[in-house]
């Protein structure tokens, strides 16, 4: 029972934006982002059971960033809250926002910046268009401490950019969305 309910929802994670979350995005009238963990393991040195907030996990997880307003982002920038000691090694299509080059100490948080394009169209712009909407960093990086069943999500993600508000971040077993616009609740 146990492999199924793992493989479901290892199932429901990768799907594709359009599929698992479009409850929320079609909620969202704003800028919505999200970050799911999407796999971990344990890696060497084996510390537990002896020291077990000590041991070495990789985790893979996906940052979306997606505009459903009706105004341009310029130049996007998103806070992640890491909170387990994560060591960052590879980030796709984004840069840490202060420069510092990976693999890099990220525990206490950090802002990505979308690298080489900056801006997310909207919809109208582009008729619908989520590669020009969008983006999707892929993280890989080492955290410590956090392991099965329990699902590293980081603390808080939120936009760096200036003039928008945030609501209060939902957070669910699979899926963290939030939205800058309208609030909602897809979990």
Same mark, same amino acid.
């Given at each position: 029972?146990?492999?199924?309910?793992?493989?479901?929802?290892?199932?429901?994670?990768?799907?594709?934006?359009?599929?698992?979350?479009?409850?929320?995005? *079609?909620?969202?009238?704003?800028?919505?982002?999200?970050?799911?963990?999407?796999?971990?393991?344990?890696?060497?040195?084996?510390?537990?059971?002896?020291?077990?907030? *000590?041991?070495?996990?990789?985790?893979?997880?996906?940052?979306?960033?997606?505009?459903?307003?009706?105004?341009?982002?310029?130049?996007?920038?998103?806070?992640?809250?890491?909170?387990?000691?994560?060591?960052?090694?590879?980030?796709?299509?984004?840069?840490?926002?202060?420069?510092?080059?990976?693999?890099?100490?990220?525990?206490?948080?950090?802002?990505?910046?979308?690298?080489?394009?900056?801006?997310?169209?909207?919809?109208?712009?582009?008729?619908?268009?989520?590669?020009?909407?969008?983006?999707?960093?892929?993280?890989?990086?080492?955290?410590?401490?956090?392991?099965?069943?329990?699902?590293?999500?980081?603390?808080?993600?939120?936009?760096?950019?200036?003039?928008?508000?945030?609501?209060?971040?939902?957070?669910?077993?699979?899926?963290?969305?939030?939205?800058?616009?309208?609030?909602?609740?897809?979990?």
């Amino acid at each position: 029972m146990a492999k199924l309910l793992f493989l479901f929802i290892t199932f429901f994670i990768t799907l594709p934006l359009s599929l698992s979350q479009s409850t929320a995005v *079609d909620l969202c009238n704003g800028i919505f982002l999200s970050y799911n963990y999407t796999s971990g393991y344990p890696i060497p040195p084996t510390l537990v059971p002896a020291n077990p907030s *000590d041991q070495p996990y990789r985790f893979e997880s996906i940052l979306t960033i997606l505009n459903n307003g009706l105004r341009e982002l310029k130049s996007w920038r998103v806070y992640v809250g890491f909170e387990h000691g994560e060591v960052l090694v590879s980030a796709s299509n984004a840069v840490l926002d202060d420069g510092t080059l990976l693999p890099a100490n990220v525990g206490n948080g950090t802002v990505f910046a979308e690298f080489p394009e900056r801006d997310l169209k909207t919809a109208v712009e582009t008729a619908g268009d989520w590669s020009q909407m969008g983006a999707q960093v892929r993280l890989v990086g080492t955290q410590f401490g956090v392991a099965e069943p329990d699902v590293p999500l980081s603390s808080t993600i939120t936009l760096a950019n200036d003039g928008f508000s945030c609501p209060a971040l939902t957070k669910c077993k699979q899926i963290g969305p939030v939205t800058f616009g309208k609030p909602i609740s897809p979990c």
